[in-house]
């Protein structure tokens, strides 16, 4: 019997040979709708693996979902899960539970609030208790987590800093980047390479790059002439950047002496064309090259302003832009860049993978520079699942082939402690500047923990007085203390710090030490936890 059936008509029979091309076509277009079907997160993971096959490469396993919640909510929320938190997402059925828990977390304020912490020392680096005041009463603070939390573009969020123009109050923090440096314009050049393209200028000061040939000294004295005309303004509106319509013209020298015009150029960005004055000429400041600001009170602005063309000319559409911000979201996430270090990506410093780095800055312009889903993404695929524990004989942390255990920043041990120990998810603790001195930057390809860090944490008066100050009831102790075992107690414990239950030893060992210390059990507890929240497992993300 015919598999199928035709009209009878002849002319609309058709042949076994067209049949057998449409059935080609058919195919042909299956497969090239798989193709494009493939999700980011797919095309993480074949080219990931595909270097794990060519090195024959067998990564470690991947961890369980207790592990997993600990590090997403330590990667998204900057703490761990509370226990009620934790039992939720153990108890959750759903096959896709953990795009679930990803998308949560993404959608929560502490998310926003969280990045907003690491772009601050990313955009920033680390300053003063001063610094960081201000930061926070000019509103750069605010800034960045209304940016995350909206999840604005990131080449807007670029452009909106680096114009430092703000026309709403929503936006008057993003002026903060620039004016932080006070018309330190060398100093501003050196931070918006590293920041937004990925690449460090400072050693083509006086001459060429000496071992990156691309950057070139007319890229560091461009830049620079870029953002020179600038200048520290305090107005009604708040902090601003008044900009010049003129001058800023000069020469620069390298080593042997030959000199030439800095520019309006910069490192894969067509120059930008401004008429030069002749050497003696002495151009006037007049009314008449500027045009009135839109908001009352606040600076105005030159009809041809040098910020504008950068923002304008360079930085949107730049192809490092993109790259940058993918390789640094990688390294929060995965502990390493694809690029590393995370701000050299330059010929010195060839990826890891450069393929996948290329396909990835694709997909995040193609998505308007979408961080969520770009973060998103990375914490579906293998390499972020994968288990800490570094495969024998596989040495390269390139290869991804284990998780990179990342050493907690001092916001994330701060709100860790504070979520631990109270149950209170804030970066309040009063001890915040002084671990910032002794806990590392964000983006640490290597961490180094020295006996600073180790006499920081025995002696601090401050952090030991929090510890044994934490006794209201919704505290970590007095609610140990209601339990009627010890065994119940260092289970409650360990799963609030470390997502997981103690093993034998462990159990063991502290159940031993709290039946010394019947006669003081609530001191006892305080010294237990102090062990435990001062341990390498909880100082990491692992």
């Not at 910069?266 to 000429?281: L, Q």
């Not at 024998?392 to 504070?418: C, G, H, K, R």
Request: proline residues 5%; contains cysteine.
């Amino acid at each position: 019997m015919a598999l199928l059936q035709f009209p009878s008509q002849p002319a609309c029979q058709p042949s076994v040979l067209a049949m057998l091309r449409f059935l080609v076509s058919l195919l042909i277009i299956s497969a090239c709708v798989s193709l494009q079907a493939e999700t980011v997160t797919e095309a993480i993971d074949r080219h990931i693996s595909a270097r794990w096959a060519k090195q024959q490469i067998t990564p470690t396993d991947t961890v369980d979902d207790a592990s997993f919640a600990r590090r997403i909510h330590l990667s998204l929320i900057g703490r761990p899960p509370f226990v009620s938190e934790l039992d939720t997402f153990l108890a959750d059925g759903r096959a896709g539970k953990r795009e679930y828990l990803v998308q949560h977390l993404l959608s929560s304020d502490a998310y926003a609030v969280h990045m907003a912490q690491l772009f601050d020392s990313v955009l920033m680096g680390r300053r003063g208790a001063g610094e960081y005041k201000k930061r926070k009463d000019q509103g750069w603070l605010t800034y960045l987590q209304r940016q995350f939390k909206e999840n604005v573009s990131w080449e807007t969020t670029a452009q909106e800093i680096l114009l430092a123009r703000p026309t709403t109050a929503s936006r008057k923090g993003s002026t903060w980047f620039l004016f932080e440096r006070k018309d330190e314009h060398q100093v501003i050049a050196e931070a918006i390479a590293p920041a937004f393209f990925g690449i460090r200028i400072e050693c083509a000061q006086c001459h060429d790059h000496p071992l990156v040939d691309e950057i070139k000294q007319a890229h560091y004295w461009g830049l620079t002439a870029f953002f020179n005309r600038g200048k520290n303004q305090n107005t009604k509106q708040g902090p601003q950047i008044q900009e010049s319509a003129i001058g800023g013209f000069s020469d620069f020298s390298d080593l042997i002496g030959n000199t030439q015009p800095n520019e309006l150029v910069f490192f894969k960005a067509d120059k930008v064309d401004e008429a030069r004055p002749k050497k003696d000429d002495k151009p006037e400041d007049k009314a008449e090259l500027y045009r009135d600001s839109e908001i009352e009170g606040l600076p105005r602005v030159p009809l041809f302003s040098r910020r504008a063309a950068f923002v304008d000319q360079v930085l949107t559409g730049h192809p490092l832009l993109a790259t940058a911000m993918v390789n640094k979201l990688w390294a929060i996430m995965l502990g390493r860049g694809l690029g590393d270090p995370v701000d050299e990506i330059d010929s010195l410093h060839p990826p890891s993978h450069p393929q996948l780095l290329e396909y990835l800055s694709q997909q995040f312009r193609d998505s308007n520079y979408d961080v969520k889903a770009l973060i998103k993404a990375i914490a579906l695929s293998t390499p972020y699942q994968l288990s800490s524990n570094q495969p024998a004989e596989i040495y390269d942390p390139a290869t991804f082939a284990w998780f990179q255990p990342q050493s907690l920043t001092a916001e994330v041990m701060v709100q860790s402690l504070n979520s631990v120990v109270r149950h209170i998810p804030n970066n309040e603790l009063g001890v915040l500047n002084q671990f910032r001195r002794h806990f590392p930057e964000v983006l640490q390809s290597k961490t180094n923990t020295g006996l600073d860090d180790a006499m920081f944490l025995s002696n601090n008066a401050e952090f030991n007085q929090f510890l044994t100050e934490s006794n209201a009831p919704e505290h970590l102790v007095p609610s140990m203390l209601k339990l009627d075992s010890n065994e119940k107690r260092i289970s409650l414990l360990f799963r609030s710090a470390f997502s997981r239950l103690p093993d034998a030893d462990e159990l063991t060992e502290i159940n031993s030490y709290l039946n010394q210390r019947q006669d003081d059990l609530t001191a006892a507890l305080h010294q237990v936890v102090w062990a435990v929240v001062t341990s390498a497992e909880f100082r990491f993300n692992h």
